[in-house]
T-cell receptor, first 111, second 113 residues
Framework: SQTIHQWPATLVQPVGSPLSLECTVE??????LYWYRQAAGRGLQLLFY??????ISSEVPQNLSASRPQDRQFILSSKKLLLSDSGFYLC??????????FGDGTRLSIL | SQQGEEDPQALSIQEGENATMNCSYK?????LQWYRQNSGRGLVHLIL?????REKHSGRLRVTLDTSKKSSSLLITASRAADTASYFC?????????????FGKGITLSVRP
């Protein structure tokens, strides 16, 4: 069966520090991969999605970036975090015409 | 821009009652999906209904789709305290990048024991 792992579960970072969140999927090949951000009590904002290795589509211009170095690995990064980067970050695999399957998320707090 | 918008924003019911949540969308769709999110957790897919389907059932869940009104409803029958969660509808774009979903802001459902 397919599983998705996302870590860390919580993260507290100072403003201006770098960020790296990792997501890996098991049990499926060439999945579409997604990074979302969810502000407190709000819906999901799609940040990046990838349909293959090295293929990244950015939905929202910001100081975040994403990379897909391997088929089932998706990384969200930042060189310098802003206060506005705080939120709940969710990784998912799946599609638009099929269900998406989510990780348990990373709660990111910027101090 | 927001594609799917849920209604109401919050719903509080007694255990055993039915919960009805609505979603409206703006453009043509291939399918509409409903998800549940427990507090502090990732989303869980509940049901997908295609544009040529009018109703779909899964256990205590019933989803309807009215493409003429661009709306969908999620009915949870005989609700339980464990149904307390946020519920989201999501749709892919009709054409182009149909590999992505646009989510609504969600409905917060509270089921009182």
């Amino acid at each position: 069966s397919q599983t998705i792992h996302q870590w860390p579960a919580t993260l507290v970072q100072p403003v201006g520090s770098p960020l790296s969140l990792e997501c890996t999927v098991e049990g499926t090949s060439n999945p579409n991969l997604y990074w979302y951000r969810q502000a407190a009590g709000r819906g999901l904002q799609l940040l990046f999605y990838s349909v293959g290795i090295g293929q990244i589509s950015s939905e929202v211009p910001q100081n975040l970036s994403a990379s897909r170095p391997q088929d089932r690995q998706f990384i969200l990064s930042s060189k310098k975090l802003l206060l506005s980067d705080s939120g709940f970050y969710l990784c998912a695999w799946g599609g638009g015409n099929q269900p998406q399957h989510f990780g348990d998320g990373t709660r990111l707090s910027i101090l | 821009s927001q594609q799917g918008e849920e209604d109401p924003q919050a719903l509080s019911i007694q255990e055993g009652e039915n919960a009805t949540m609505n979603c409206s969308y703006k453009t043509s769709i291939n399918n509409l999906q409903w998800y549940r999110q427990n507090s502090g957790r990732g989303l869980v897919h509940l049901i997908l209904i295609r544009s040529n389907e009018r109703e779909k059932h899964s256990g205590r869940l019933r989803v309807t789709l009215d493409t003429s009104k661009k709306s969908s409803s999620l009915l949870i029958t005989a609700s339980r305290a464990a149904d307390t969660a946020s519920y989201f509808c999501a749709t892919p774009p009709w054409t182009g990048a149909n590999s992505k979903l646009t989510f609504g802001k969600g409905i917060t459902l509270s089921v009182r024991p």
